[in-house]
């Protein structure tokens, strides 16, 4: 058995700050896993359809602009939008937004993974796919 189960119904997503260091620490797993570089507007769209975060101790869906004012009005982050700002920029509040949310538990994509044990740059699923992240984001969404 590879370990792989292709019928687990939920991938998860997480959103990571990019760097070097990081980009040393996906190789190492990049079999495992397909990544690249989200646009604004994927961002948003993962943040309003599957973002949760915790708020007083309670998991909550980020579906009111209330959540984040009472948690980082202190930060000047009033909104979701302003939530999406600071990451897709990778604001000073980043690392504190990202360790507020809770990874998002996207579908498989429609249509399925194809050739999940090749890389994306041989037409396969794992791997670097750069800006074409999106094109997968909108088939998860």
């Known amino acids: 058995s590879s370990g792989i189960n292709a019928e687990w119904p939920l991938r998860p997503g997480v959103l990571v700050q990019h760097s070097e260091n990081m980009i040393e620490k996906i190789r ?46 202190k930060q000047g982050l009033l909104c979701l939008e302003d939530v999406v700002k600071q990451i897709f920029e990778a604001g000073p509040h980043f690392e504190m937004l990202i360790e507020f949310m809770y990874p ?29 992240i999106n094109t997968l984001i909108r088939k998860m969404l």
């Open 28 to 73: 190492i797993i990049e079999p495992y896993v397909t990544w690249g570089y989200p646009s604004l507007r994927s961002i948003h769209d993962l943040i309003f359809k599957y973002g949760y975060g915790e708020a007083e101790g309670v998991k909550s869906a980020l579906s009111s602009n209330v959540i984040i004012e009472n948690k980082f009005s």
């Open 104 to 132: 998002f538990k996207l579908q498989p994509p429609k249509g399925g993974f194809r050739r999940v044990a090749v890389h994306f740059s041989k037409k396969g699923a794992w791997g670097n796919r750069a800006e074409k």
